[in-house]
T-cell receptor
Framework: AQKVTQAQTEISVVEKEDVTLDCVYE???????LFWYKQPPSGELVFLIR??????QNEISGRYSWNFQKSTSSFNFTITASQVVDSAVYFC????????????FGTGTSLTVIP | NAGVTQTPKFQVLKTGQSMTLQCAQD?????MSWYRQDPGMGLRLIHY???????DQGEVPNGYNVSRSTTEDFPLRLLSAAPSQTSVYFC???????????????FGNGTRLTVT
């Protein structure tokens, strides 16, 4: 069975602090894809990043970085020097190549950045 | 490029009424799906379709109906609305075939439905 766990329901940080959002996934398939989405207070869902199971390189995009570790089945997301605009709900998702279609979402982490 | 378009943005229904949430995409995506989002529950899959004429149930299909007569459109029907169906509904689409499994879901802007 496939599952994505985001154990942190809510996180609050003060502006300019670093924050890491955890994502742990479960699958027996060897080919899979991981995604992060951002849902700001306006409500839309915005795609942030994808990673396939064969590529364990970490990714950095500006203040955002992602750490993919197959050994711990984790795909964590770090925001460096957080800003108020980072306040949002963040979702991690898993897509399995064999099933081909379904996305399995975590329950999301609500991040509040306090000015 | 419009992407995924959902209508309406807001809707209030009385218990027992029926309605259809519209979803259209202009990206020629084979895969389309409907999710509902409730506090603390994340995004739960209602129904999905891998192409015209093909639909299947997701995690929470009861009380909802779908059809896929064209590649572009994937409407969601509430047959007899219940207060438990008060939620935010998202339509999403993506590429299905071949080596495109790394393609992300593209979401519409959502429909906020209240059933009284």
């Amino acid at each position: 069975a496939q599952k994505v766990t985001q154990a942190q329901t809510e996180i609050s940080v003060v502006e300019k602090e670093d924050v890491t959002l955890d994502c742990v996934y479960e699958t027996r398939d060897t080919t899979y894809y991981l995604f992060w989405y951002k849902q700001p207070p306006s409500g839309e869902l915005v795609f942030l990043i994808r990673r396939n199971s064969f590529d364990e390189q970490n990714e950095i995009s500006g203040r955002y970085s992602w750490n993919f570790q197959k050994s711990t089945s984790s795909f964590n997301f770090t925001i460096t020097a957080s800003q108020v605009v980072d306040s949002a709900v963040y979702f991690c998702a898993l897509r399995i190549a064999n099933t081909g279609n379904q996305f399995y979402f975590g329950t999301g982490t609500s991040l509040t950045v306090i000015p | 490029n419009a992407g995924v378009t959902q209508t309406p943005k807001f809707q209030v229904l009385k218990t027992g009424q029926s309605m259809t949430l519209q979803c259209a995409q202009d990206m020629n995506h084979e895969y389309m799906s409907w999710y509902r989002q409730d506090p603390g529950m994340g995004l739960r899959l209602i129904h999905y379709s891998v192409g015209a004429g093909i639909t299947d149930q997701g995690e929470v299909p009861n009380g909802y109906n779908v059809s896929r007569s064209t590649t572009e459109d994937f409407p969601l029907r509430l047959l007899s609305a219940a207060p438990s169906q008060t939620s935010v509904y998202f339509c999403a689409s993506t590429v299905r075939r071949g080596l495109s499994y790394n393609s992300p879901l593209h979401f519409g802007n959502g429909t906020r439905l209240t059933v009284t």
